[in-house]
């Protein structure tokens, strides 16, 4: 079969000039859209490659015309023109990249033609190139191989015209687009190989006629050594870049790279190679939908095909050609060794002739079955335009649905930052100053590339590490003078792979500076954060901070709390409503193995918890308590709000620490045996609030209180629907004072029963220790009240009344209903399984126990009986231990006794009580002999009560109740 000279073509059939220019016109179309569609959003936001070359393109705009010295700045120019015109954006630096990527294929159509003479071979690898995934991608990207498919299709088209017709113009053309490529991406070299290669063996085949044909290679590659001599003069001067991790530690065959398995190193790179065309393809997110092949199993059925026929017809110049470059421009791939397969740049110059083949098969087939008939060929050339649609369509989707939307959960691009750069370019007020930070394992601070190309607002910024040995040193040099400060806060999960980066953890430039100043301004953007703050005249940034003072704290013997500080910005006590920073010094012990976390409470001289704040323990550089060695260690910093309408007066911090996975708590150590969970680390004032703010109570109201109104009640939380008898209820009331009240105010909380006797009533002054006479007007003050039911108090539905008596005036009103849940009490001992004898302080004797049977992965019962040595004010807490035979906790259970049913406030003094407990067993549990361990503490400081056996002597602060049992 004639194959080359055959005319039997479809597209050849029309004469007509209009029809191919309309066709092409199409296709040009559909390319536009494919990569214009959604510039901006698709990607989202820039990567810092991107970003790095629209720096290089900013210096091209200022006149620093030869950075093109470098590889790959020549995407640096297509960009420029458009950043000089549409400002510094994702469109300005991408739209230079989307054009090249268009004019790619109506030049691919005029080379496949010039070559190959097929009008039909040309529409369709130009219509292949407009729809396929990776050359789509590699087109929206403002990547230094972007021009590379442009000038390599322009090259083999000049190349063309003056291989088929003598144009001595076209053949000096291609000479100094082959230079260009140098400017591109390091597939140009091989680029530059290949026609080396398909020039020598031209000269070789007609040894008879070297000189002359010598003679024509002289105009392309003079004009080549034209272009590219500033480059390879500027590479010889400064030859560090082929000694540079590209062409060193990632090309295999560097002895320290391939390890001496080059062969099968090699042999792996061709089979991953191989199946870029249809079976597998780049893994990397940044540059595809992973895994997805160049071409679907169709197409690529087609592409084997193509490339089968092109090898049989390899004596012929233009399958040559084709073949010779195709296999050339496939060695960057594979002579790159990477960990994620075919890697998508280091194949940008196989991408265009990749469509040939496809194209030649699908040419061929048409040609041998088409010329059975018209129908025939009419139904080819209507399944082909078919193909094309549906693999168009499925790009679409594939591209602009499945990885547009799953590329945002990976942050393969710097989406976060450009819309950081974008939100301080449009912030209003401005500050003096931004502050970015950088995380504190990152040896020089930098802000990201993809940020600084974007940020144009007038105010200058800094990158300050997140370290406590550095940040306020340079905090201070990028502050001083300065009063009104910006901060970048990035959410640690919204950075994801920037976060090792990016990331400030532990939250220490935004603990500096509140410490320093005072919040103004908190702006939320989804993913970061941007705080305004109002530095004070003399802010102090040390770590630590002068008034620091010393501890001595062991958790567990694992822990130590070397130090502690706490205060508030610019005030000698913290005013309600406002952030309590506190500083604490942490270092191991001894080898640790678990992550830790540390809770900080604030709690009032009555014991409420005011406020808490958990987080983990982290060393200066971020890494949690499971990789520290002994000594090893950091400040932990943390900002906690402070209530508003919290009244003044002193407060305690205390400090427990507990395992991060199964939330079990440190003992607190006091060189004795019985320990704490909750350490007191220190005592600070509260003062009054600065400003007012809104209170938002579970049950709002207005009632003015006086005559004339002296306290307006703004409403009340409301109580728990069902209690025991001697438990604690916490009432809070919200009050504002509207004028100087009375010296003297009282609530008096009642219980009514049914009929509507009040059978317990208990009085409380108005605001406590802070009362309403040092009100000012317009305070707001959170007033609670402990209103403990009495022991005796018999079951059933009880109405809550409160009378307010505020000088000569005096209010009343219901505020809810509660149900009290009896129980039955007996004050006789009763039989047990297993009697025994043990003081857990003053307070209750163990008289005997009772333990169940179980399997690993059920809950295993056991009852304690306790008998009450007095009555209690304070509701303990039991813990039920299951410890292996080293002494490990396997297995725990903490409750109020019987889950809430009996507490001990509500005890009698004799009284018996039996409470049953239910200890999980884990199901990995094995078999072997294990231990029940009884304690009782009290919850407000997890204090634990000492044990005594029965002859009264002190055996530690908890009981083995069934020590080595099966």
Not at 421 to 430: D, G, K, T
Not at 740 to 760: H, N, R, Y
Request: charged share 20%; with cysteine; glycine share 8%.
């Amino acid at each position: 079969m004639r194959y080359l000279s055959s005319s039997c073509n479809i597209l050849n059939r029309y004469p007509r000039r209009h029809l191919e220019r309309l066709l092409l016109l199409l296709l040009v179309v559909v390319a536009a859209f494919f990569r214009l569609w959604k510039i901006t959003e698709v990607p989202p936001g820039l990567s810092h490659d991107e970003a790095d070359w629209g720096h290089i393109a900013l210096r091209i705009i200022q006149g620093h015309l030869l950075q093109i010295s470098e590889l790959g700045t020549l995407q640096s120019y297509f960009s420029a023109p458009f950043v000089l015109t549409l400002g510094r954006t994702p469109l300005a630096l991408r739209l230079g990249a989307a054009i090249s990527g268009i004019l790619t294929v109506p030049i691919l159509y005029l080379w496949a033609y010039e070559a190959f003479q097929k009008r039909l071979v040309a529409f369709l690898s130009a219509s292949l190139y407009a729809i396929t995934f990776a050359c789509i991608h590699l087109n929206r990207l403002a990547f230094p191989p972007n021009p590379l498919p442009l000038l390599q299709v322009a090259l083999y088209y000049s190349f063309w015209r003056w291989w088929r017709r003598k144009e001595r113009w076209s053949l000096v053309v291609s000479g100094l687009l082959l230079g260009l490529t140098l400017y591109t991406y390091q597939a140009s070299l091989a680029l530059i190989f290949a026609m080396g290669l398909f020039w020598l063996g031209w000269v070789w085949k007609d040894r008879d006629s070297v000189r002359a044909r010598l003679g024509k290679a002289l105009p392309f590659w003079g004009a080549f050594l034209a272009i590219a001599s500033y480059f390879l003069f500027a590479r010889v001067l400064n030859p560090h870049y082929f000694r540079s991790h590209h062409f060193t530690n990632q090309f295999i065959l560097n002895p320290e790279v391939h390890k001496g398995s080059l062969w099968s190193l090699l042999a792996r790179q061709f089979i991953q190679h191989i199946g870029f065309f249809g079976f597998t393809g780049d893994h990397i997110w940044r540059h595809n939908l992973p895994g997805r092949p160049l071409f679907d199993p169709l197409i690529s059925l087609f592409f084997w095909a193509g490339l089968f026929l092109a090898l049989r017809k390899v004596k012929s110049a233009p399958f040559a050609f084709l073949v010779l470059n195709f296999a050339v421009m496939l060695l960057p791939g594979l002579l790159a060794r990477t960990d994620t397969g075919p890697h998508l740049l280091h194949l940008s110059g196989v991408l265009a002739l990749s469509c040939l083949f496809p194209a030649l098969a699908m040419d061929w087939i048409l040609e041998v079955l088409g010329s059975r008939g018209k129908e025939i060929r009419r139904g080819l050339i209507a399944l082909l335009c078919i193909l094309l649609a549906v693999e168009g369509y499925r790009t679409y989707l594939d591209y602009f649905n499945v990885w547009a939307e799953e590329v945002k959960e990976v942050m393969a691009f710097d989406e976060i930052f450009v819309r950081t750069a974008y939100a301080l370019n449009h912030f209003s007020p401005q500050p003096q100053v931004w502050i970015l930070p950088n995380h504190p394992g990152q040896p020089k601070a930098r802000p990201p590339s993809s940020f600084t190309f974007v940020y144009t607002a007038p105010v200058p910024f800094h990158s300050i590490r997140a370290d406590e040995s550095v940040a306020p040193e340079k905090l201070e040099e990028a502050l001083e003078g300065v009063r009104r400060v910006g901060l970048v806060e990035w959410d640690w999960d919204a950075l994801k792979w920037a976060a090792p980066v990016y990331g400030d953890k532990k939250g220490l430039l935004r603990f500096l500076l509140e410490r320093a100043g005072r919040l103004q301004e908190r702006q939320s953007y989804g993913g970061f954060t941007l705080s305004i703050y109002e530095l004070m005249p003399s802010s102090d940034f040390s770590i630590p901070s002068p008034s620091v003072h010393s501890l001595d704290l062991s958790f567990g013997d694992l822990l130590s709390l070397k130090a502690c500080d706490l205060g508030g910005a610019g005030f000698s006590s913290i005013p309600s409503g406002e952030r309590l920073w506190v500083m604490l010094r942490w270092s191991a012990m001894q080898p640790l193995s678990r992550d830790y976390k540390a809770a900080i409470y604030v709690m009032d001289a009555k014991g409420h918890l005011i406020a808490q704040d958990d987080r983990l323990i982290l060393d200066r550089t971020g890494m949690p308590t499971s990789s520290w060695e002994p000594g090893q260690g950091g400040w932990d910093c943390r900002l906690i709000p402070i209530p508003p309408g919290t009244p003044p007066g002193e407060y305690l911090l205390g400090v427990a620490v507990y395992d991060a996975e199964t939330l079990a708590k440190l003992p607190v150590n006091r060189g004795e045996r019985i320990s704490a969970r909750i350490a007191s680390a220190a005592r600070f004032r509260i003062s009054k609030a600065v400003q007012h703010y809104q209170p938002q109570p579970g049950v709002p109201l207005d009632i003015p209180l006086g005559e004339p109104a002296f306290v307006r009640w703004l409403g009340y939380d409301p109580p728990a629907g069902q209690v025991r008898p001697g438990d604690k209820m916490v009432l809070a009331f919200y009050w504002q004072a509207i004028q100087a009240p009375p010296s003297e105010g009282q609530v008096t909380v009642m219980l009514k029963d049914a009929g509507g006797t009040s059978v317990q009533a208990s009085p409380f002054p108005i605001g406590g220790a802070y009362p309403p006479s040092e009100w000012s007007p317009g305070e707001v003050v959170t007033d609670r009240y402990d209103f403990i039911l009495d022991r005796t108090i018999p079951g059933g539905v009880y109405t809550l009344h409160v009378r307010i008596q505020l000088g000569g005036f005096a209010y009343e009103r219901d505020i809810g209903t509660i149900e009290v849940l009896g129980w039955s009490r007996t004050f006789q001992q009763p039989s047990v399984q297993h009697p025994c004898e043990a003081y857990f302080g003053d307070e209750m004797k163990l008289v005997g126990y009772g333990l169940g049977e179980a399997e690993p992965g059920e809950k295993l019962g056991i009852t304690l009986c306790w008998q009450a040595l007095r009555e209690m004010s304070t509701s303990y807490v039991t813990f039920v231990h299951l410890l292996n035979s080293q002494g490990m906790l396997v297995s725990q259970m903490d409750a109020v006794p019987g889950g809430g049913r009996y507490p001990t406030t509500g005890w009698l003094k004799g009284e018996f009580i039996c409470a049953k407990y239910e200890l999980p067993l884990p199901e990995s549990l094995k078999e072997g002999p294990y231990s029940i361990e009884v304690g009782v503490y009290d919850p407000r400081f997890e204090q634990r009560l000492p044990v005594r056996d029965a002859s009264g002597t002190l055996v530690g602060d908890s009981l083995i109740i069934n020590p080595g049992q099966p």
